[in-house]
């Protein structure tokens, strides 16, 4: 048998290399064009899920939904207690100024002079603070050397520390005389301006919103100081170099790139510092304690704020419908103080806190 009619005998697919290997060949063209099955794909990577992950990740979770159900449990809980006490109020709750609580069944409460102390006191510490605390922040991150700011920072967040009756004293024993010269010389020269005239404060003593504020603002100092100099610290380096490389001057530096980008972090930090003057009661207890008569809407005032009112109520606490009566004021400085500090937060967000 020759070698055509061996080949002739072939079984068919037992042809050339290429076929027994699975490669086809077309020879339509000038060129045969080999073409080679596709590998199947790889199986991929299955995702690991660490149990420590999970529990860390469910942990997280459930302390922020933990912190916003509390919230909401204290707000619902005042307005709960408050509105009973409310509906038996014989005033008008926001613009009244009488507040007689001692006849359960005879409530008349309005919080008009507790919110005036309140608000008055807490922005007269912030006309303080603020500039005070901003100074304090470009002092230790734009001129002071690290040895010196450091240490110098802690100083100022100690004051922190410091407890409110320790200021509250502080400012009766200490800084209430002090500030009496000053008090006289604004109400004689100033008394034309309503805020600056004759209040119903004890004249041979400084206790008034005027001392009140003052000592508010060196309780506040450290949260606005610790906000702002965070803030100031985040300043883009390239943007400092880049205004040093043009001949600018250290105070050109502050205003042209450090103020521009910590500007809504300052204000934040100051709304922080608003919301905890607000909450303050023991220091503002001890020096606006003394109560003459109503306010007379002057800095020159003695009062009390809704914190310090709370306080010194406590004794009427043995009846649910003057416990309400509390209530209702504490649910007004609970509103006032949550959107103080969403206010805060939100604008120190807005800020380049944080970025590059």
Known sequence: MNDSTRADQRPAGTGTSGARTGVSASTSGPEAVISAPEAPPADEPK?????????????????????????????????????????????????????????????????????????????????FAMPIACGIALFLTQYAPRSLARPFAYIVDLLAAVPSVIYGLWGVLVLGPVLKPVALWLNQNLGWIPIFADGNAPADGGMNIFTAGIVLAVMILPTITGVTREVFQRTPKAHIEGAQALGATRWEVVRTTVWPFGRNGFIGGSMLGLGRALGETVALTVILSTVNSGPNFSLFDVGATFASKIALGSGEFNNNMQVGAYISAGLVLFVITFAVNALARWIESASGKGKS
């Open 47 to 127: 995702k690991v899920v660490r149990i420590g992950d999970r529990a860390f990740q469910s942990l997280a979770t459930g302390s922020g939904i933990f912190v916003v159900a509390l919230i909401a449990a204290i707000g619902i809980f005042l307005l709960i207690r408050a509105v009973p006490s409310l509906q038996a109020n014989q005033v008008n709750f926001l613009f009244s100024r009488v507040w007689d609580t001692s006849d359960p069944n005879e409530l008349s409460f309005g919080i008009a002079d507790l919110a005036w102390v309140t608000v008055a006191s807490s922005l007269v510490a912030l006309v």
